[in-house]
C-alpha cells in the first residue's frame, strides 16, 4: 500500500471520528437558528427603527450621521460590538445576505421577508453612501473616539465624523465591495419590487466604474482611520472582479464577461497578505471573508458559467475544486486546522466569521455538484456534494452545541450560550430601563461588570471558542466574545438550506 494512500485513509478516519463527535451528538432545529440569526441584525441597527422594530430594547441612534457635511449618512449597520459604521465589512456583510436570498431564499419560508428587510436596510443605507457624484463613503464615526468609550449607541457623544474615497483619494476596494452587493441586492429583490431593484442595478453600476476608474486602495487614501481595524491585506483586485462577477451575474453584460476574463486569472497566482499579516506566494484561491473574495469569486462563476457551456469556465472551475481541496480535512493538500471537537481554524481575527463564510461556499458548490453530477478530486479523495453538505452541518452543528462544551456560540439559541458577549448595546441598560444618558465613561463599569448582559442580542455569534475547544465568557476576551455582522450574514444561507432537509428537531 503507498504512502500517499495510507495518509489518506488515516486522514479520512479523522474526518470521519470528527464528523461523528459534531454531528451526531445532537440534532438541532435549523428553522430556530434561521430566525434567530435574522433577528440579531435589528440589534446592529443604526439610524431611525421602523415601527416593526422586534429587539424592541434598542433605539434610534445615530440620527445626525452626515448631518455636519450636509449628505444623510443615518442608518446601515453597526459592524460588530462597537458603534461605528465601517463600510467596507458592511458592503461584504450586504453582498452574503443578498447572495443567500438568491440562492436560498426559497428554503427561507416566512423568514425571507425578515431577510430581505434586513437586508434593505444595509442596501439604503450604502444607497445613501454612493449618493454624492465622485464620493463613496467609507465609514462614519471616528474608531478611536469611538473605542474609548463604553457607551450605548443612544447616548453617543463620540465624533461621527463621515470619511470618502474619491478619484483624487481612491478607495477601490470598498467601492468594488459596495457594487457588488447593489448588484447582488438587485437580483434579491427583483421579483418583489422591480423599481427598487433597477435603481440598486444602475447604482452598483455606476459605483464599479468609479472604482475600476480611479484605483487604489483606501488603505493609502483614509488609513489611519480604517486601519488597524478593516485594512485591506489581500489588495482592491478582488474587489474589482468580485463586483464584475456579480454584475454579470445581475445582467448578463458582455462586458462583464471580458473584465472576468481579463483580471481574474491573476488572483489565484498573486502573492497577497492575509488578515492574520502572512504573505501567502501559493495564490489566494483559498481565501474568502470580509477581505479576500478569491474563492468567492471563482465558486460564484463556476456556477454561473457552466450551464452556458462557456469553455472559459475551465479556470474558474479548477481554482473552486482547489478552493474544497484546501478545507476538507481527509483532503492530501488541506490548507486549515481543526480542533481537536472538529471545529474549522483559520489565522486572523474572530474565526467564526471563516466557518460560517467557507461553510456557505461549501453547500452553494454541493448543490452545483449534485446539478451537474460532478465530484471534486483530492488527490486520491474523491468528493461528493454530499461530502460537502455534511461538513458544512457539522460546522454549523458545532456553532449550535454540537462540541466539547455542549455550549451553543448563537447567543439565545439552547439553554447553554454566551452571557457576556463583548458588545456595548447588550452590555449597559437599555433606556427604557436607565432613561438618564450614560457618559463615555460611565459606561466602564458595565464593561467591568462580571454580571450577564442585561439586554439578550438574540442570534449573535460570537467570535467562538480557541483552538483547543475553550471558551472564556469574558466580554473583554473580544476575540472570542464579540459577534459580527459578517459572521451572521453567510451563516444564514446555509441555515435556510439545512433547515429545508427535514433535519430539524428541538435543540
Not at 456583510?93 to 443578498?98: D, S, V
Not at 486601519?227 to 491585506?233: K, L, S
Not at 497577497?272 to 502572512?278: A, L, M, N, P, S
Not at 483532503?331 to 471545529?343: I, R
Amino acid at each position: 500500500m503507498g504512502s500517499l494512500t495510507l495518509r489518506t485513509m488515516l486522514i479520512l478516519g479523522m474526518a470521519v471520528a470528527m464528523a461523528a463527535r459534531t454531528v451526531a451528538s445532537l440534532s438541532h432545529n435549523y428553522g430556530d437558528a434561521l430566525s434567530k440569526s435574522i433577528l440579531f441584525f435589528e440589534g446592529q441597527r443604526s439610524g431611525k427603527l421602523p415601527p416593526n422594530q422586534r429587539m424592541t430594547w434598542r433605539k434610534d441612534s445615530g440620527l445626525r450621521d452626515g448631518y455636519e457635511i450636509g449628505v444623510d449618512l443615518t442608518g446601515g449597520y453597526y459592524d460588530a460590538g462597537d458603534n461605528v459604521k465601517f463600510n467596507f465589512p458592511m458592503a461584504f456583510t450586504t453582498t452574503m445576505l443578498a447572495w443567500s436570498v438568491v440562492e436560498f431564499g426559497g428554503m427561507m419560508g416566512s423568514e425571507k421577508q425578515h431577510a430581505l428587510e434586513a437586508l434593505r436596510w444595509g442596501t439604503d443605507y450604502l444607497m445613501k453612501a454612493t449618493s454624492v457624484p465622485g464620493f463613496v463613503f467609507a465609514q462614519v464615526g471616528d474608531p478611536y473616539s469611538d473605542h474609548n468609550c463604553w457607551e450605548r449607541p443612544e447616548d453617543m457623544d463620540t465624533l461621527r465624523t463621515p470619511y470618502a474615497v474619491s478619484k483624487d483619494f481612491p478607495g477601490s476596494e470598498v467601492s468594488g465591495e459596495i457594487a457588488a452587493a447593489l448588484a447582488a441586492s438587485s437580483m434579491a429583490f427583483r421579483s418583489v419590487d422591480r423599481l427598487y431593484s433597477a435603481k440598486l442595478l444602475t447604482r452598483a453600476s455606476t459605483v464599479f466604474r468609479f472604482a475600476d476608474t480611479y484605483r487604489g486602495s483606501y488603505n493609502e487614501s483614509i488609513g489611519q482611520w480604517v486601519c488597524p481595524f478593516y485594512c485591506d491585506f489581500s489588495g482592491y483586485e478582488d474587489e474589482l472582479v468580485w463586483a464584475a462577477a456579480w454584475l454579470f451575474k445581475a445582467t448578463k453584460g458582455a462586458s462583464y464577461w471580458s473584465y472576468l476574463k481579463s483580471n481574474a486569472g491573476n488572483l489565484n497566482k498573486m502573492m497577497f497578505q492575509g488578515i492574520d499579516g502572512v504573505t501567502y506566494s501559493e495564490g489566494a484561491f483559498g481565501e474568502f471573508g470580509w477581505d479576500t473574495k478569491t474563492a468567492g469569486i471563482n465558486i460564484l462563476v463556476t456556477e454561473l458559467l457552466v450551464p452556458y457551456n462557456i469553455t472559459d469556465v475551465t479556470t474558474f472551475n479548477l481554482y473552486a475544486d482547489k478552493f474544497i481541496c484546501t478545507v476538507l480535512p481527509e483532503s492530501p493538500t488541506v490548507s486549515v486546522e481543526y480542533s481537536p471537537g472538529g471545529l474549522l481554524f483559520k489565522s486572523g481575527g474572530s474565526n467564526m466569521q471563516h466557518v460560517t463564510a467557507l461553510s456557505f461556499l461549501l453547500v452553494s458548490y454541493a448543490r452545483h455538484l449534485q446539478r451537474y453530477k460532478r465530484v471534486v478530486r483530492c488527490g486520491d479523495v474523491v468528493v461528493t456534494s454530499s461530502r460537502l453538505v455534511n461538513f458544512a452541518r457539522g460546522q454549523v452543528d458545532y456553532i449550535l452545541g454540537s462540541n466539547p462544551l455542549k455550549m451553543s456560540y448563537m447567543v439565545g439559541y439552547g439553554t447553554k450560550f454566551p452571557q457576556k458577549i463583548h458588545h456595548r448595546a447588550s452590555s449597559m441598560p437599555s433606556t427604557a430601563s436607565h432613561p438618564d444618558r450614560i457618559d463615555c465613561q460611565g459606561g466602564t463599569q458595565y464593561f467591568m461588570s462580571q454580571n450577564p448582559n442585561p439586554n439578550q442580542l438574540t442570534g449573535a455569534v460570537v467570535g467562538g471558542p480557541d483552538i483547543n475547544d475553550a471558551y472564556d465568557d469574558s466580554r473583554a476576551d473580544f476575540v472570542h466574545s464579540e459577534p459580527t455582522t459578517y459572521i451572521n450574514a453567510p451563516l444564514v444561507g446555509v441555515l435556510a438550506y439545512l433547515s429545508s432537509r427535514n433535519y430539524s428537531s428541538s435543540p
